[in-house]
Every structure is written in structure tokens, then in C-alpha cells.
């Protein structure tokens, strides 16, 4: 979406632009930025009502079914990455609109639940690191989406001085309207997975850190090096629901079970000031919080994980009509009524960004998107791999 509102609506300087430059430039900068930090969020607050959460109740309600899981376990190891057998489950979410902790949202694209099927593979234990993101850059000489400037392709009329290579970043604001994101996601020029507030920030200290400023196309390229790939979002789902049939979280229905926190999400006033109850104010580093049944970390919370499916809120309609849908990769092309002109991929696990006052998307069944050329500072990835048959023996 190319978008173009005024200067107090946004709310924010746009890093970058002279004060000598014509208005005409300055809104195409405005449509730059903006475009970039639509293609960005993953997750905007739309307005909905509490309509059918009713459906909640424990184990998820009548929509989920038991989970049958596969029995068979592979013979090899591969370091640093959790076996998830598969099997068949139900897939998706109820409306946690209305319930204790549940925000506002009713998370429509995310229904109706239907029966998946989804074979064995290995997933990394946590998300992608610094350290890790690092040894790939290192070793291929790769340069990141976020490092190189807009391309006239994607920007035909912008002045060539607006197109700077960097990213979005969340910046604390006070606001009491939560219907502006513009308000605190700003493109901050020099931002990317080394400086990941901007150029004056750095890594030292954050090796053990999600690399984040991550696009779809830099995390399939990682993904690729490793002898990996991205997770398709049945994939996903069924491994951050650990067996489980219909739980609201990847740990079960209770948001903070004996009064622990389970993930690093936003405490205090959004998107003004985050607490850090659970330890953390903005990113924390992996493995920081308990994992879920298949011992897979950070599965909720933190930064937002990419998945290799194009998104479409009725794909889940499609699935349902058709029976137990075997390891779907996702539909054919892409489709977001919000932003029809944007490219987008499925994002799952919410971030240290979310809170019931604003995206609840921390919630086991629910679902992001992202332009797949874009990134932000709450933006990551974790890969999985494959395993011939041969390999995975029935006990």
C-alpha cells in the first residue's frame, strides 16, 4: 500500500529529509516510509468485536479434535535441532476476544479450525542468532534486504535521495490512539541486522541475541546455506502446539501459570512504556523461558518467526472444505484485503511487541503477515529440515 496522510497524523520525523526539500518530495518520501513500515507490521488492531468466543473452553472447545501423533523416531541426531514426529491435528483458533487476557481481536483468518497432516522433520531448537546469522554473512558474503536501498522497481515515482537502504524500527510513543501504527514504527535509514536500532547501535553483547531485520528472502537464504528451509505454517503449528489439542498458548490455557511469565511479550502501557515484568524490556535472548513439550524455545513471544507459505485469510476455508489437508504448503499466491498490492508471508509466534491491549498473536493459533522483502527490529526466523523415511524407525 502506497500510502500518503499528513504530517500530524504520522506522527513522526522522517529520518532523513531536508527541510529545503520541496513538499512534493518530502511526500514522496512519506510514501517510502510508509510503504515500508506497512509491508512491516505484522499485525495491525482493525477494530473487531467479541462475536464467538464462546467457543474457548478447555482443550479449545468442540472445534479440536485429539492430536494423533506419529510414533516413529529418526536414528540420527542433528545438533542443535528438536525432533517433531508429526501426525494429524486440528489446526488454528478460536475468537479470544472477551476472554481474560484474550485482547481484542478476533482473529477471523485464523478460522475455521480444521483437520492438518503433517509428516516428521527436525526444528531448530530456537530462533536463528546474531552469532549464528553472522557465521552465514561470514562464510557467503550475503548482504541483507534492509542493506541495500529501495529499488526504483518498488518505488518508481520516489526521488532517488529517498530511496536510503534501512528498516523499520518500533519507537516508544504516547498515544491513546492505537489505530495509527505510524505513530511508533518509523524507517530509520542505516538500520539492519548489525545495527538493529539504527546505525549508532550495534551487537556487542547480543551474540546469543534472535537476529532480527530479517526478510523472507534473507531468511530462505540462510535457511538454504544451513541445508535447511523455513517451516510451512502447518508445520509450525504443529510443533508450537507440542501434542497438544486446542490450547490458547504453546504452554497450555493459563497465561501465566503459579504467576510465571511464559514469553517475552509487552508489559505496561502500549506502545508507551514496557514494563518488563517477565524480565525483558524489548528483545530478550534465546532461551530464556521454558520450553514447550517438544523442547522447542520462544515459540510465543520475542520476535515473530517467518514461514514459507504466502498468506490469504480464507486459505483456512479452502483447507476445511477439503478434508484432512496433507502437509499443505500454503496457497498458490498471496492475497492480504488490507494491502491488496503487497506480497506477503505467513509470520507466526508474535513478539516482545504484544499485549491484549493491542495483538495477542502470542496465541498458539493465530497468524501474522509480512511484505516477504521486508523486515523490522521484531522480525526472525528459525529453520527446519527434513529426514528421509528411511531413517525414522517405528518403535
Known amino acids: 500500500m502506497r500510502v500518503s496522510i499528513s504530517v500530524s497524523v504520522v506522527g513522526f520525523v522522517l529520518t532523513g529529509i531536508c527541510a529545503c526539500h520541496s513538499s512534493e518530495n518530502q511526500e514522496s518520501a512519506k510514501d517510502v516510509y510508509q510503504a515500508k513500515i506497512d509491508g512491516a507490521v505484522s499485525c495491525t488492531s482493525i477494530g473487531l468485536y467479541p462475536a464467538d468466543s464462546i467457543l474457548y473452553m478447555q482443550g479449545g472447545g468442540s472445534e479440536y479434535k ?9 536414528t540420527v541426531q542433528v545438533n542443535g535441532m528438536v525432533w517433531i514426529p508429526g501426525g494429524e491435528f486440528s489446526m488454528g483458533g478460536v475468537n479470544p476476544a472477551g476472554m481474560q487476557d484474550g485482547g481484542k481481536e478476533t482473529m477471523n483468518d485464523a478460522r475455521p479450525v480444521h483437520q492438518v497432516y503433517v509428516d516428521g522433520f527436525f526444528m531448530d531448537e530456537h530462533e536463528v ?45 504516547s498515544t491513546a490512539d492505537l489505530s495509527n501504527h505510524y505513530q511508533w514504527w518509523n524507517y530509520v535509514h542505516g538500520a539492519n541486522w548489525k545495527h538493529p536500532l539504527g546505525p549508532e547501535s550495534d551487537l556487542f553483547g547480543k551474540e546469543n541475541f534472535p537476529v532480527v531485520h530479517i526478510s523472507w528472502e534473507d531468511a530462505a537464504a540462510y535457511a538454504k546455506w544451513a541445508g535447511k528451509r523455513l517451516p510451512t505454517e502447518a508445520e509450525w503449528e504443529f510443533a508450537a502446539r507440542g501434542g497438544k489439542a486446542g490450547d490458547l498458548y504453546t504452554w497450555g490455557n493459563q497465561f501465566k501459570p503459579d504467576g510465571k511469565w511464559m514469553a517475552n511479550i509487552f508489559e505496561g502501557t502500549f506502545p508507551a512504556h514496557d ?41 483456512y476455508e479452502k483447507l476445511a472444505n477439503a478434508g484432512v489437508a496433507k502437509n499443505p504448503t500454503g496457497p498458490e499466491s498471496p492475497f492480504d484485503p488490507q494491502e491488496p498490492t503487497e506480497r506477503k508471508k505467513i509470520q507466526r509466534g508474535g513478539s516482545f511487541l504484544c499485549t491484549d491491549q493491542y495483538c495477542t498473536r502470542y496465541m498458539v493459533g ?3 503477515k509480512g511484505e516477504f522483502r521486508s523486515g523490522s527490529n521484531h522480525v ?9 523415511k528411511k531413517t525414522v524407525a517405528r518403535n
Open 366 to 368: 493465530t497468524r501474522g
Open 275 to 315: 514494563e518488563g515484568s517477565d524480565g525483558f524490556v524489548g528483545i530478550a535472548p534465546i532461551k530464556k523461558y521454558p520450553p514447550n513439550a517438544y523442547g522447542l524455545f520462544d515459540m510465543a513471544g520475542n520476535v515473530w518467526e517467518w514461514c514459507s507459505d504466502w498468506y490469504r485469510p480464507d486459505y
Open 129 to 173: 542468532t546474531n552469532a549464528e546469522f553472522s557465521e552465514f554473512v561470514k562464510a557467503t558474503g550475503y548482504v541483507t534486504i534492509a542493506e541495500q536501498k529501495p529499488t526504483r522497481k518498488e518505488f518508481p515515482d520516489a526521488p532517488e535521495e529517498n530511496l536510503v537502504a534501512g528498516s523499520v524500527v518500533f519507537t516508544p510513543t
Open 380 to 388: 526472525g526466523f528459525r529453520c527446519v529440515k527434513d529426514v528421509e
Open 66 to 74: 485429539s492430536s494423533v501423533i506419529n510414533i516413529g523416531k529418526p
